[in-house]
């Protein structure tokens, strides 16, 4: 069973998601929240597999409930889903590096909603690699100067040639076809790449790449 936590200042959005959510025989909302403070205290009484969390929210937003839940040790297995209206809106790379492990918009399909819970409860990064480019290259445009990461040094050749892959967008079988190696191990250097990071996930893994100037926003950028 998929537990999860509802936070949204919008009565009526928690109200048609959880409709939708325990509808499903593997899904159960445990909780709901009117803003982040609220959203942070549920999450702790009721041990939640993914919160859905919308971006602006009363007292404390998304963005801000995500770091702190992200630090609590206790918390450690709670994957985090921004909630937006827009596709590009403004927080939402500031979320990513807060540690959500991604975004949905609010108009999203039932069916859609329901496979990216399950997709974030395995624990996958929510965000398709198309999107991924454009939000990265959008928010990442005019950068702050590449800060070096001492972890990167960790990551051997071909660690760094898979990340780079990864912030082009692509997938673990396109970074296998690419490579001529096999999915198995394309796999491999992708979640050895995160542990080195001490990313959270695929979305965090773009984020590094990008902040510490292994790859550059722009057309190339990530080649």
Known sequence: MIRVLLADDQPLIRAGFRALLDSEPDIE?????????????????????????????????????????????????LRVVILTNYALDEYVFAALRAGACGFLLKDIEPEDLLR?????????????????????????????????????????????????????????????????????????????????LGARDRAQLVVHAYESGLVTPGPGGAS
């Open 29 to 77: 909302v445990v909780a709901e929240a009117g803003d982040g403070a609220a959203a942070i205290e549920r999450a702790r009484e009721t041990a939640p597999d993914v919160a859905l969390l919308d971006v602006r929210m009363p007292l404390l937003d998304g963005i801000a409930a995500t770091r702190r839940i992200v630090a609590d040790p206790a918390l450690n297995d």
């Open 116 to 196: 990216s819970v399950r997709v974030a409860a395995r624990g996958d990064a929510l965000l398709s690699p198309a999107v991924t480019r454009r939000l990265i290259e959008e928010y990442v445009s005019t950068p702050p100067r590449p800060v070096a990461s001492p972890a990167m040094d960790r990551l051997t050749q071909r660690e760094r040639e898979v990340v780079r892959l990864v912030a082009s967008g692509m997938s673990n079988d396109e970074i296998a076809a690419h490579l001529v190696i096999s999915y198995a191990t394309a796999k491999t250097h992708v979640s050895r790449s995160m542990t080195k």
